[in-house]
């Protein structure tokens, strides 16, 4: 009779399994928007303006009035505007925003959240296809979702930023990867490389994985494909602001002049830390060290685990572009979140748990990353 009991509810498990990724996914979004809400109200604010603050409000002007109409009162980190400002801001996710923004009805701002959370599913059915693959189990797969949609600063995955879509290019780019599937892989990277810089990790780890393919004769002429595709969309947006702004390298420099963004090997980092754990400092800043030290302990556990060479590289590629760049501190953690296989050990670990060491875990999980990135926009005044 049991035998009979998991025939009949076998079909229902493959439901369950089929829309799990998007249920938690979502759920734990929401989490964070009622606590972004309450924070917000406590901090006199409309959770619609945090919504889209900060690097929202330029992608928004941007969809709406092009990169030579955005409103003239927005300036860079150093409150200057000059004709190239915009240029900083790469065109994939504004014109995903202006395509669905066409719809009757629906608000550019609107759009921008949609495309976020819709991008964010996209994301988590990757993560729990990557969680299978690798953790060997639909649990770590969903735990998998669980830890990067509860991370520090998820918050953006809700706004009007280019966080959700740039990981699910990444996410599912490395599935083609490792899965060998070049011309899936070679497209979602080209895609990535016009939402945001950091799309040069991805071309790095994309093409050198085609390049040894190519090297042990591997899947015929499919490689030069993930080869060829992979930097064109970087490389496109990259060219056309050079011949904007009369530089090969001006894309790089209008980011110095105007955020001070500029690799310079980790010092300015470095400095962050060390002054942080030594002075009197706030509790956001002392957070976010913490959590950057936390990154960099769990890239020594994704050295040590099985997992796909493409994978860590990717990790520590997105973490060195960001640790080792000077600029906005309170930013690193936000720019870690495409840093996705960190987290793959801690849901393997977790999967390894009681089932109530696992839920107890994820809960705290959640509310502190909740937290964390609606504290971080409402009550820090440098935000994200």
């Given amino acids: 009779m049991l035998d009979r009991l998991r025939a009949e509810l076998r079909p229902y498990r493959r439901t369950v399994l089929a829309i799990a990724p998007a249920v938690v996914y979502l759920a734990i979004r929401l989490v964070g928007l009622l606590v972004l809400a309450w924070l917000s109200a406590a901090n006199d604010e409309a959770l619609i303006d945090n919504l889209r603050a900060w690097d929202g409000q330029w992608y928004l002007e941007i969809a709406q009035h092009g990169y030579g109409g955005v409103d003239p009162s927005m300036v860079d980190g150093y409150g200057h505007r000059y004709p190239e400002t915009p240029l900083a801001f790469f065109p994939g996710y504004p014109l995903l925003i202006m395509s669905l923004a066409w719809i009757p009805g629906v608000s550019a701002t609107g759009a921008a959240v949609t495309v976020s959370l819709a991008c964010g599913v996209a994301a988590a059915y990757g993560l729990a296809r990557l969680g299978r693959r690798v953790g060997g189990s639909e649990g770590v797969g969903l735990l998998l979702v669980v830890l990067f949609a509860a991370a520090p600063m998820s918050v953006v995955l809700s706004m009007a930023y280019t966080e959700a879509l740039f990981c699910a290019l990444s996410i599912w780019a490395l599935i083609g990867v490792v899965e060998r599937q070049w011309a899936w892989a070679g497209l979602c990277c080209a895609a990535a490389g016009l939402v945001r810089p950091t799309a040069a990790a991805l071309i790095g780890v994309v093409g050198l994985a085609a390049l040894v393919a190519i090297a042990r004769r591997r899947d015929t002429w499919r490689p030069w494909l993930a080869l060829v595709l992979a930097p064109v969309g970087m490389v496109t947006y990259i060219g056309w602001v050079a011949v904007q702004t009369g530089s090969p ?59 796909p060479w493409p994978l860590v590289l990717f990790a520590a590629a997105v973490l060195t572009l960001d640790l080792g760049s000077d600029g906005l501190m309170y930013s690193k ?48 005044q440098y935000a994200i």
């Fill in 249 to 307: 390298t001006g894309y790089f420099e209008l980011q110095q002049r105007g955020w001070s963004s500029a690799f310079d090997g980790g010092v300015a980092t470095a400095k962050f830390v060390v002054e942080s754990l030594t002075e009197e400092k706030s509790v956001l800043e002392t957070f976010t060290v913490w959590i950057v030290l936390a990154a960099l302990v769990l890239m020594v556990l994704c050295l040590r685990q099985r997992m």
């Fill in 333 to 380: 953690v936000r720019l870690m979140l495409p840093a996705f296989p960190l987290l793959i050990p801690v849901a393997i670990g977790l999967a390894r748990r009681r089932a109530t060491t696992a839920a107890a875990t994820a809960v705290l999980l959640v509310f502190f990353g909740s937290w964390f990135g609606a504290y971080s926009l409402t009550a820090w």
